[in-house]
């Protein structure tokens, strides 16, 4: 009987020695915090501090920080109408149309019976006839280059030299 007992807690040491060293270690805990996916919960006061700030960006003409504090004021309280309006007019001064067109939708769904929907609406339509089918227009970058500018002496590439510092804008063109 006790050469059973030994023989099985023999066994039962091994298997676990064998089991352990098969485990991969634990990966630790990143270390830059940056890097870490940020969770949002509903904080309606977090949204209203990154509302303030963008707003703030907005009236700087720092349209791009505004519309990611906006962004983020809704994550924070997916139900204010107020950061999606505001969101849209930032998206619509940086040209971009479709998520322009999204935060305006959100906003009269979020909120249909404001006073600002009349509005609202007619800017819309405006986007949408801006850019029909629903795409948003290409970014000025992806556009051929202009007549005026010829390849680049060095590379071959499109968009050369250009016009030298100092020329009236309506001789650059």
Sequence with gaps: MTRLLRLALAWGLGAAALAAQQQKPAEPKEEDESLIPKEY???????????????????????RAAAGRFLEATRWNPG????????AEAQEKLKDAKAARQAYAKFLELAPDDKRGAEVRRRLQRLERASPGGAASPPASAESPSPSRGTS??????????????TPPAARE
Excluded: C, D, H, I
């Design 153 to 166: 002496p060095r590379t071959g590439a499109p968009g050369g030299p250009g016009p030298a510092r100092g």
């Design 41 to 63: 919960a509903f904080n309606p006061l977090q949204a209203e501090k990154e509302f303030k700030v963008g707003a703030f960006y907005f009236r700087k003409g720092s349209y």
């Design 80 to 87: 204010y109408a107020e950061a999606y309006l505001r969101l």
